[in-house]
């Protein structure tokens, strides 16, 4: 297993264009959760799935923003018409839960530049 | 609202020196803290503190928790260059995703 997975590792878009990003998590794991880290600031939740339902959303996801995760595996994160305050690191991470979340592990994350 | 504040912002020290992290939190039904290092990409796991007062270790690492007075600290002894990164802690929500404070910088010179 080599943990969670994250693509691609950096995006560069143009203002208005949407994007997509992909998180493959850790396969046993039926949770998995998208963070999103501006500089100086700790990762901010924005949603989390426990198998293929999305059971959280932060109301820092505005409606430009959508996630899904089909058949509970790879989920995909998309932002629609990005803005350049979107420019962010955007986390993944997943875990086992039953009862307690096990293994919290990470990704490395996509950087969105957004000019 | 819960909130976690970590404390210093930010630490510049020499090698060798030993350093003290702090964490405090407010999180509604509190179980667990989770202690990371995240250097230029990942957070990536340290510690997951439950029960007061015991101590977690992890070579030159240590951490402890004391849900009385609902904080945590994180020790770093004979710190190295390698060391550098930023320190984030999170204790879970209830509903299980992680509230961050924004994190101690760490920079360990030679």
């Known amino acids: 297993d080599t943990g969670v997975s994250q693509n691609p590792r950096h995006k560069i878009t143009k203002r208005g264009q949407n994007v997509t990003f992909r998180c493959d998590p850790i396969?046993?794991?039926?949770?998995l959760y998208w963070y999103r880290q501006t500089l100086g600031q700790g990762p901010e939740f924005l949603t989390y799935?426990?198998?293929?339902?999305?059971?959280?959303k932060s109301r820092l996801l505005s409606d430009r923003f959508s996630a899904e995760r089909p058949k509970g595996s790879f989920s995909t994160l998309e932002i629609q018409r990005t803005e350049q305050g979107d420019s962010a690191m955007y986390l993944c991470?997943?875990?086992?839960?039953?009862?307690?979340?096990?293994?919290?592990?990470f990704g490395s994350g996509t950087r969105l530049t957004v000019v | 609202e819960d909130k976690v504040v970590q404390s210093p912002l930010s630490l510049v020290v020499h090698e060798g020196d030993t350093v003290t992290l702090n964490c405090s939190y407010e999180?509604?039904?509190?179980?667990?803290l989770l202690w990371y290092k995240q250097e230029k990409k990942a957070p990536t796991f340290l510690f997951m503190l439950?029960?007061?007062?015991i101590e977690k270790k992890s070579g030159r690492l240590s951490s402890i928790l004391d849900k009385k007075e609902l904080f945590s600290i994180l020790n770093i002894t004979a710190t190295q260059t390698g060391d550098s990164a930023i320190y984030l802690c999170?204790?879970?929500?209830?509903?299980?995703?992680?509230?961050f404070g924004t994190g101690t910088r760490l920079q360990v010179f030679p």
């Open positions: 991470a997943s875990s086992f839960y039953q009862g307690f979340s096990y293994g919290y592990t």
């Open positions: 396969s046993e794991h039926n949770r």
């Open positions: 799935f426990q198998n293929e339902a999305q059971l959280e």
């Open positions: 999180v509604t039904n509190f179980r667990s």
């Open positions: 439950t029960s007061s007062g």
């Open positions: 999170a204790p879970p929500h209830n509903t299980d995703k992680l509230i």
